[in-house]
């Protein structure tokens, strides 16, 4: 803000010269004080220049003045983590989706794209994001690929390209840390990569599952402050206690937010707690809601609903240390909400900067779609490839084996363990005909480096007959491929390569199923409306399969999240997480 924007903001707030917006007559949820009280709200240009209780206001001056009937005015809501990659959706499509949910800042991480199209990806999110009338914040990815000599991504970066792209516009930070293990451990890699933000001043996110005690202690000594992948209420607690942040979650397949909060309600008003999406789906979005969302659902556990909105404001301004957001007060930015009632947190206004954005749950302004290359390039590379390619090799010619396999812990969550079975060889091959939890994986290298082929089984998948393939699989979006008979796993390898990237479905050879995603193999360029249903189609055909998650699309896409304990898959194998090592199938 200017020396003049600053006088005139003066001049409004003595009653001297006319604001262009008053909201009058609401109630007032004041996130520094912790009161809520009837007040009248004015806005010059993109700022608040006065907050006066309703009783004691003798200006009653302004170009635009909307009376909101007692209902309650917060401060816009910030997302303290989210991938936009999650929700399929290109930048300019996610704000025309979450604005009428009253979400007017993001803090966003591009290592979807980023390891895909490498400096390309970051820029292509900035850039498609420039013109939207919402603040789309954005970390840099800290491990492209998540893990070096365990997977290959389409890009790696290191320290010194990192801190070029520190500099890039509206960029505040590291993105999640997710080589917890090469913190701890201090790897040369890992060290110098968050030392180039620490140097800079700048925030550095972490990503700490299932760590607690000594080995969480030596994590955010190594430089990370916040933490998203917290799923209890223990879990949230020790981090809170560390002083760490806790960004707890409500994604389309992780909900956290409850257990967190049942567990940590006699706390006293924990400012190192914020809310986040982290992954969320079009669908969820639009029919539950967005940060609104997880604000209602941090009610429901117990929050008190001051809190909860704190939580998803001025917490998370604080976080990042963001100036002039996530309040109403005088001199602050005039991102602004109207809510109907402290239960429902239904969004009935969006101001953005002033500007009223969304109303009704209809966006009041236009959101134009830039024209960027990267819209149009395919970024599939997968060579020539038979049946054969997606058979096993046994070390014997027939009988039976013990073969090691990548185990999931139950139907929802992402955590996997490393468990040894027996099975049949036929012909010189893995048979796993006659075991009913068992399914073939294969992780194709999609990228231009080369083309590994990983194969193994995965048990309690849960995928009943066919197959499914996505190119949209964390963290390094390899063509992953889970399947019953090798003709449907070419079948989908086919079909994507044709597509550009997207989730395909097969059964005994044959295309069942097409969800595509043409931008770098996880964005859809349609708006959330319409790709919302696309995905309800290709989840009612994953659950006819066998996959009876909340989020079924979502299940294929953590079979190769190798910083995610305790047992998952690349493109060169089986990874045991913790010990960052490849396994060897046949032991």
């Not at 292509?124 to 290959?152: A, F, H, R, W």
């Not at 290359?373 to 997606?390: K, P, R």
Request: proline fraction near 4%; include cysteine.
């Amino acid at each position: 803000m200017n020396l003049q924007k600053r006088k005139e903001l003066v001049e409004v707030a003595l009653g001297k010269r006319e604001a262009d917006t008053v909201l009058k007559n609401g109630n007032l949820i004041n996130v520094f004080s912790g009161e809520i009280y009837r007040a009248n709200i004015y806005i010059y240009d993109k700022y608040i220049a006065n907050i006066v209780e309703c009783e004691a206001d003798t200006i009653n001056i302004g170009k635009n003045i909307i009376d909101v009937e007692g209902r309650f005015i917060s401060p816009g809501f910030i997302d303290s983590h989210v991938h936009i990659e999650s929700s399929h959706l290109t930048p300019v499509n996610f704000a025309r989706a979450v604005l009428p949910k009253g979400t007017t800042t993001i803090i966003a991480d591009p290592h979807e794209i980023a390891n895909v199209l490498g400096v390309n990806g970051v820029k292509y999110m900035i850039e498609n994001s420039k013109d939207v009338p919402m603040t789309q914040y954005y970390l840099i990815p800290s491990c492209v690929p998540s893990v070096v000599g365990l997977e290959n991504a389409g890009a790696e970066f290191d320290d010194i390209e990192i801190e070029k792209m520190l500099d890039f516009p509206r960029v505040l930070g590291l993105g999640e840390v997710m080589d917890f293990v090469g913190v701890i451990n201090q790897s040369d890699r890992m060290t110098k990569i968050v030392e180039t933000a620490i140097k800079k001043g700048m925030f550095v996110q972490g990503h700490a599952p299932e760590l607690s005690g000594n080995e969480l202690s030596a994590y955010i000594c190594g430089g990370p402050i916040s933490c998203h992948e917290t799923r209890s209420g223990q879990q949230a607690s020790d981090k809170i206690r560390k002083g760490m942040y806790v960004d707890a979650r409500e994604s389309s397949i992780s909900k956290n937010i409850t257990s967190i909060v049942k567990n940590i309600k006699n706390m006293k008003s924990p400012r190192n707690l914020t809310l986040c999406t982290d992954d969320r789906e079009p669908k969820d979005i639009l029919e539950v809601g967005h940060v609104n969302d997880c604000v209602r659902v941090a009610v429901k556990a117990g929050l008190e609903p001051i809190e909860a909105i704190r939580a998803t404001t001025l917490n998370t301004a604080q976080e990042y240390k963001l100036d002039k957001i996530g309040a109403i007060a005088p001199g602050y930015f005039a991102d602004i909400v109207v809510l109907d009632n402290l239960v429902d947190f239904n969004v009935l206004k969006t101001f953005w900067h002033g500007k009223l954005v969304a109303e009704n749950d209809k966006l009041t302004v236009e959101i134009k779609n830039p024209n960027l290359e990267i819209d149009t390039l395919n970024s599939v590379y997968i060579n020539e490839l038979s049946e054969t390619d997606f058979k096993i090799k046994a070390p014997i010619e027939n009988g039976e084996i013990k073969i090691e396999v990548l185990s999931y812990l139950t139907k929802e969550r992402s955590v996997t363990d490393r468990k040894t079975v027996v099975v049949n060889v036929k012909d010189g091959f893995i048979d796993i005909s006659k075991n009913t939890n068992l399914n073939f994986v294969a992780i194709i290298n999609r990228h231009k480096s080369n083309n590994n082929i990983a194969l193994a089984v995965v048990e309690n998948f849960y995928l009943k007959n066919g197959g499914v393939g996505t190119t949209y699989s964390h963290d390094s979006h390899n063509l992953t491929i889970i399947f019953n008979k090798p003709n449907e796993a070419l079948a989908i390898a086919q079909k994507i390569k044709e597509l550009g990237g997207g989730i395909v479905t097969s059964e005994n050879g044959l295309i069942t199923g097409v969800l595509p995603f043409p931008i770098a193999g996880m964005l859809s360029n349609q708006p959330a409306e319409i790709l919302s249903k696309e995905i309800t189609e290709m989840n009612k055909i994953l659950k006819k399969m066998g996959i009876e998650t909340a989020s079924p699309i979502t299940r294929p896409t953590t079979l190769a999240l190798i910083v995610i304990p305790n047992t998952k898959m690349s493109d060169l194998g089986l990874i045991d997480v913790k010990e960052q090592k490849i396994i060897n199938l046949f032991n």
